[in-house]
């Protein structure tokens, strides 16, 4: 029954902002957060109710009021061991995606950085990017449970792209020794991984420390290449980044870049130039067309079931002079 009914709510609140709305306003945060606590291990209601709760986060008029009452309601520690082992990777998928909701909302950097999310990101990335190289090929996708590995790359990234706005999760971001595979993430053939592994990098340059390092990784190549890139949003931070980087640089360096960035990106868009010259922080979506994915169902093959198409194919493959030690594990907390 409760399989049935976290189901249901998941594909009501696909794409629907109506049902969205209708299930906020009747208690249905607190509903699927207590459906998750029961759930314990069972993969077949924690999914689709994960689902529902980031559909309820996202894209409608009380996706705050829904951000704020996962919170009031104590499900965020509930949430985040969702993300520890063992993996089930289609509920790890949905997790990861709630939490990214989650941090849109100040109030609820602190709790996730409480509950230990910020390690549990970095292993679900460093553990999803190791298996993506395994292949060496961008012919070739790794999947595990159904999902791929490099949907897993962009989720994670994106997540501590939202997570690293609060200062003090951005210090213990980059204090995990991240910023060198999220440097090497800017080759990455993925669009969106390029986009979010800029935007987290344009949120950890905000501190000195951590764009000596970006710059030291040999940020500046990758990051020149994006700014000719067609997508308004990975030119962007890449922009944002290399300017925070070239401050301490030299009067001939600086020059170099602004006239680089004058000529390839934002000759046409004065506004974007003034963004990106005052450094301030981007407020990009993740995944601009990220459409609530409708929830498969359990154990009913034969009833016609209406979701959406499957993603296009996603092709990665990661420069070979890149080097990035993925055996580095950090601990689970407590």
């Known amino acids: 029954m409760l399989t049935c009914a976290t189901g249901i709510l998941s594909n009501l609140t696909c794409n ?10 009747s208690g249905g945060v607190e509903a699927l957060i207590h459906a998750v606590l029961r759930a314990g291990q069972k993969e077949d209601v924690c999914e689709p109710a994960v689902c529902a709760l980031r559909h309820l986060t996202s894209r409608h008029a009380h996706a705050e009021l829904a951000q704020n009452a996962v919170r009031l309601h104590y499900g965020i520690p509930a949430i985040t061991k969702l993300l520890g082992q063992p993996y089930y990777w289609p509920v790890v998928k949905a ?20 509950a230990g999310a910020i390690p549990r990101l970095v292993n679900l990335l460093l553990k999803a990017h190791q298996d993506t190289q395994r292949l060496g090929s961008s012919a070739q996708q790794t999947y595990q449970d159904g999902v791929r590995m490099e949907e897993i790359v962009e989720g994670c990234t994106g997540a501590l792209h939202i ?10 971001i ?4 991240t910023i060198p595979l999220f440097v090497q993430l800017l080759y990455s053939y993925v669009e969106n991984v ?11 340059a905000l501190d000195k420390q951590s764009a000596e390092l970006i710059d030291a990784e040999g940020a500046s190549a990758p990051l020149m290449e994006l700014l000719h890139s067609p997508n308004e949003g990975i030119a962007t931070y890449a922009a944002a980044v290399l300017f925070r980087i070239s401050e301490d640089k030299s009067s001939d360096y600086r020059k170099r870049v602004s006239v680089e960035l004058t000529h390839s990106l934002f000759k046409h868009d ?25 929830y498969p169902p359990y154990g ?7 979701g959406l198409p ?10 070979p002079e890149m080097t990035f030690d993925s055996r580095q594990v950090y601990p689970e907390p407590l």
């Not at 629907?16 to 306003?25: D, E, H, I, P, Y």
């Not at 980059?174 to 020794?177: F, I």
């Not at 009913?300 to 079931?305: N, V």
Request: proline share 9%; charged share 25%.
């Open 174 to 177: 980059s204090s995990m020794q």
């Open 163 to 172: 997570l690293a706005r609060d200062p003090i999760n951005r210090g213990e």
């Open 310 to 319: 499957l993603d296009p194919e996603i092709h990665e493959q990661f420069m």
């Open 194 to 204: 390029k986009r979010v592994s800029a935007g987290v990098l344009c949120e950890l």
């Open 16 to 25: 629907n902002a109506r049902n969205k709305a209708l299930v906020c306003q």
């Open 95 to 114: 997790t990861v995606g709630l939490i990214r909701n989650l941090a849109l909302c100040p109030a609820n950097q602190a709790p996730l950085r409480e």
């Open 270 to 294: 004065p506004a974007a130039w003034e963004m990106a010259h005052s450094a301030m922080p981007l407020d990009a979506g993740y995944m601009p067309d990220d459409l609530d994915a409708a």
């Open 300 to 306: 009913y093959p034969d009833l016609p079931m209406d």
